[in-house]
């Protein structure tokens, strides 16, 4: 009893902090606001609108591919370079660490600094692939390559992250198993296919949660690299909300548009947990 | 109808002001209100830190303590929409910029009007001098939203050294733009022709200026203007000078890019802010080799773009009169000489004409051009960047997406000009 009642506080405070702002932002999406600060019960039709929006459309399409293309690098990229980190003993704590150092620079910093080396004029990626004979890109600038581009700089920064979240999981796994699949003369890639990649599923959706929630929410390198251009190539339906709300000052449709999302990325977490679940072992 | 702003009745209430300021009282009262915290809300930009560097004089001046809140421009105003919306007495002071949100902020009342206090000012504030045109800008339905802190606008910088050798003279319409972009690039492969704004929330800003100078409008009776003759004329020969003689990539080019292309000396023209000089001198290689001019005359003339940086007080602010205390002082002349020897052009013709200031400019040749573009934009200039509406904001979008969808080739003038017609006319339309 004693400890209910002082635990009480932290969690009320914790709960109000969660439900306060939902709650506020679920009432905002009911109303709408006119241009002279009035605000009115609209009920639905923000969500009405969305229907027949089709930049909400088109930045859901653009979210989702975005998503698609950045998890599956990630998770390549991250699982390899998680084997070779697992495998590779002599590698130096230092070298280790600058493998795995870009997810910790703020993204900020990594847009700017990506969006110099990206420059058509005078960024480094155009000479490097002058220098060797090939054709320059327009890159960010691109409304063909724009996300392509988007996805691989997030897959540098966040594909060591996945990397490391794996490597735990490598690092875990019985010695055991691969000590039987040696004495039965597997293959290295059939010991890969059948056990490791098994075995480290729940470790690799785990990862996949993780990132599902960060790339649905994509928002930083787009709104430093290009504001969702070229055109809307690269508008993604957090940054069609945040341009709604934060600079057209549309708060009501701004947060249905918001809450559209947050359902998505709360469905897609249910989704990738039942499938921890049936991945466990 | 916002758009049809009394443009009389605006006049004549700047002109009552600019009377009844003259005739103020002479034994202004700087310690009125001594010992009162004013909460300044400030977008980062150079004209804030240049004002900010004399805060202590200020405090030492009023005896009133300023709080400084300062974020970044976009998230100034996201602060800004937060307090406001609350009606909340957080903020006494803001920066606002009368072009962009002006039409928004005074529609949702969050602007106090300045009238009254202005003709309450010191006697030796000289309201009179400040900008009329910012003036006029910052005036809406009768009521002075914001006090002008400086003056800026698009103007044309261009390499004198590449101009002499493929044999350009200076452009003096934009014809002779197009003709001297074709020349160097026939001439010099190495640099880009011309480059300006092709990001799309940043287009606006300069398209204006070739808008206006062709002679086209936004709106004309009620309606989106720019499937226009003029308009398409516009939007043809800014997209066309950018896809054709711009950089790779330009749809993202913003002042950002524009700056470090031209500074880094591969550019021969750059249309871009008066507010960039300091940027684009940094390391003085182009010190020498620049030449300076407003935006070159169309079929209507010269309509340079004139903005500037306003300062607010919050029509929240529980001490409307205190806070209009360091509006008045940060918006002085004793204040606006000294951040124009940083380089911030002040919208007062007596800083403009001070010696100091113009033993400032005779320093470097490349400032007396800055000077004198900046003259004509004070002069001539038009504040309508975007459509002369609440959503201008908004209105941005499309005029950038019609432009860009010019400079990518994916849609032919008339449909690129009907689809953002189509999308302003609904916003036109929203109350």
Not at chain 2, 142 to 148: D, E, H, I, Q, R
Not at chain 2, 338 to 351: E, N, S, Y
Not at chain 2, 402 to 425: N, P
Request: aromatic share 10%.
């Amino acid at each position: 009893m004693e400890i209910v009642a002082l635990s009480a506080p932290a969690v009320l405070f914790t709960a109000g902090m969660i439900a306060f702002p939902l709650v506020y932002t679920v009432w905002l999406g009911f109303h709408s606001f006119t241009s002279a600060g009035e605000q009115r019960f609209t009920g639905v039709a923000n969500y009405a609108r969305l229907v027949s929006d089709w930049e909400f459309w088109h930045g859901l399409w653009v979210t989702l591919v975005l998503y698609v293309l950045s998890l599956a690098l990630q998770l390549v990229l991250g699982i390899w370079l998680a084997v070779i980190l697992f495998n590779a003993k002599r590698i130096h704590g230092i070298v280790r660490s600058l493998f795995i150092s870009p997810f910790m620079m703020p993204p900020v910093v990594a847009g700017m600094m990506w969006l110099v080396i990206l420059d058509p004029s005078l960024g480094a990626a155009n000479y490097l692939l002058q220098s060797l004979g090939l054709p320059p890109s327009d890159w960010l600038a691109s409304p063909t390559w724009v996300i392509p581009t988007i996805a691989l700089i997030d897959t540098w920064q966040w594909a060591p992250y996945v990397a490391l979240i794996v490597l735990g999981g490598l690092q875990s796994l019985p010695p055991s198993v691969y000590e039987a699949a040696q004495i039965d003369g597997a293959s290295g890639f059939r010991t890969f296919r059948r056990i490791t990649l098994p075995l480290l599923m729940p470790t690799i959706v785990t990862a996949m949660i993780l990132r599902s929630v960060d790339l649905l929410r994509f928002f930083d390198i787009i709104y430093i690299t290009t504001q969702g251009g070229p055109g809307n190539a690269s508008n993604t339906l957090n940054i069609y909300g945040f341009r709604v709300g934060f600079e057209f000052f549309n708060i009501g449709y701004a947060s249905a548009l918001m809450l559209t999302l947050a359902a998505i990325v709360f469905g897609a977490v249910l989704a990738l947990n039942r499938l921890r679940h049936a991945v466990a072992w | 109808m916002p758009i049809a702003r009394n443009a009389a009745a605006c006049a004549a209430s700047i002109m009552a002001l600019t009377i009844s300021v003259t005739a103020s009282a002479a034994d202004f009262d700087w310690k009125k209100f001594q010992g009162k915290t004013v909460t300044f809300l400030a977008n980062n930009n150079p004209v804030s830190q240049a004002i900010l560097g004399y805060k202590d004089e200020f405090e030492k001046l009023t005896g009133i303590k300023l709080k400084v809140d300062s974020y970044q421009e976009q998230q100034m105003r996201q602060r800004l929409v937060t307090v406001m919306n609350a009606h909340s007495d957080e903020v006494d002071v803001f920066m606002t910029l009368p072009s962009r949100e002006g039409e928004q902020f005074a529609a949702a009342g969050w602007y106090a009007d300045l009238s009254g206090m202005l003709k309450n000012a010191a006697s030796n504030y000289d309201a009179g001098d400040l900008s009329r045109a910012l003036l006029k800008a910052a005036n809406f339905r009768g009521k002075l939203t914001s006090v002008p802190l400086n003056i800026e606008g698009p103007i044309l910088y261009y390499r004198t050294d590449i101009f002499q050798k493929c044999s350009v003279t200076p452009p003096k319409t934009i014809a002779d733009v197009e003709a001297a972009a074709r020349k160097i690039k026939s001439c010099d492969n190495g640099v880009t022709p011309f480059v300006s704004r092709g990001l799309k929330p940043a287009v606006a800003y300069t398209f204006s200026n070739m808008l206006h100078n062709i002679g086209g409008t936004y709106v004309s009776n009620g309606k989106s203007d720019l499937c226009s003759a003029k308009g398409k004329k516009a939007l043809e020969t800014y997209s066309g000078l950018l896809r054709d003689y711009g950089p790779p990539g330009v749809v993202n080019y913003s002042f950002y890019q524009i700056s470090a292309l031209y500074r880094s000396g591969r550019a021969a023209m750059a249309f871009e802010s008066s507010n960039e000089l300091r940027t684009m001198m940094e390391g003085g290689d182009r010190l020498k080799d620049t030449g300076l001019m407003p935006f070159p005359a169309g079929d209507a003339g010269s309509v340079p773009t004139a903005i500037g940086w306003g300062m607010a007080v919050s029509a929240f602010s529980k001490q409307p009169d205190a806070a209009w205390y360091f509006v008045q002082w940060a918006s002085s002349p004793e204040i606006q000489k000294k951040v124009a020897l940083q380089g911030i052009a002040a919208p007062r013709t007596a800083v403009a004409q001070d010696p100091e200031f113009r033993r400032w400019l005779d320093e470097q040749p490349v400032r007396k051009e800055w000077q004198a573009a900046l003259d004509v934009l004070a002069a001539k200039g038009s504040s309508e960047v975007g459509y002369p509406i609440v959503a201008n904001p908004e209105s941005r979008e499309f005029i950038g997406q019609a432009v860009q969808d010019l400079i990518l080739k994916q849609k032919s003038v008339d449909q690129a000009c009907a689809d953002a017609d189509k999308a302003l006319d609904g916003l036109i339309a929203q109350k």
